[in-house]
Antibody, heavy 113, light 106 residues
Framework: QVQLVESGGGVVQPGRSLRLSCAASGFTFSSYGMHWVRQAPGKGLEWVAVIWYDGSNKYYADSVKGRFTISRDNSKNTLYLQMNSLRAEDTAVYYC??????WGQGTMVTVSS | DIQMTQSPSSLSASVGDRVTITCQASQDISNYLNWYQQKPGKAPKLLIYDASNLETGVPSRFSGSGSGTDFTFTISSLQPEDIATYYCQQYDNLGTFGQGTKVEIK
């Protein structure tokens, strides 16, 4: 069945970097656009970034533009989110999503000194 | 950027009640609107897509309507298992979410 599994979360100091991964299985990964969505503790959902099926187009929320980079490796069925210059307000559960139909379980990122 | 205004932010209703949530887009989004259910500690679950289409396996007591800028999500008869937070989301341009509506049992 279709499955998305995020990894790479953890505790990181402000200003440092972290890379999240999302391993996909059960579908033709290279045929679909993929998203990252995040949710700060006790808050609502915030769309973060999208990448086209072939990686040709990428778009970001204003809150992460210039600091985060979405990418994919279709040979490894894996989606990535490179997060640089992290801030306390980036603390959240990060979800990857296939279109918006299927979501992973999320990985927690905590930015704290 | 497209803004989504969802209301109310919370509601309390009795089992069997009809529950309605509204979502307004800051510009015309046609019918590019999703509705999600999220329970604590879980990922969001897609219930309605294209404003009014029920996702496979979702109970028929859930429904959606609207187009353009004004949308409505309805639970026709609230059940205890429907306790959750519900979100609208536009996908006409990227993917803005509404603020969410927390549904509780009275």
């Amino acid at each position: 069945q279709v499955q998305l599994v995020e990894s790479g979360g953890g505790v990181v100091q402000p200003g440092r970097s972290l890379r999240l991964s999302c391993a996909a299985s059960g579908f033709t990964f290279s045929s679909y656009g993929m998203h990252w969505v995040r949710q700060a503790p006790g808050k609502g959902l915030e769309w973060v970034a999208v990448i086209w099926y072939d990686g040709s187009n990428k778009y970001y929320a204003d809150s992460v533009k210039g600091r985060f980079t979405i990418s994919r490796d279709n040979s490894k069925n894996t989606l990535y989110l490179q997060m640089n210059s992290l801030r306390a307000e980036d603390t959240a559960v990060y979800y990857c999503a296939l279109g918006f139909d299927i979501w992973g379980q999320g990985t927690m990122v905590t930015v704290s000194s | 950027d497209i803004q989504m205004t969802q209301s109310p932010s919370s509601l309390s209703a009795s089992v069997g009640d009809r529950v309605t949530i509204t979502c307004q887009a800051s510009q015309d989004i046609s019918n590019y609107l999703n509705w999600y259910q999220q329970k604590p500690g879980k990922a969001p679950k897609l219930l309605i897509y294209d404003a009014s289409n029920l996702e496979t396996g979702v109970p028929s007591r859930f429904s959606g309507s609207g187009s353009g800028t004004d949308f409505t999500f309805t639970i026709s008869s609230l059940q205890p298992e429907d306790i959750a937070t519900y979100y609208c989301q536009q996908y006409d341009n990227l993917g803005t979410f509404g603020q969410g509506t927390k549904v509780e049992i009275k």
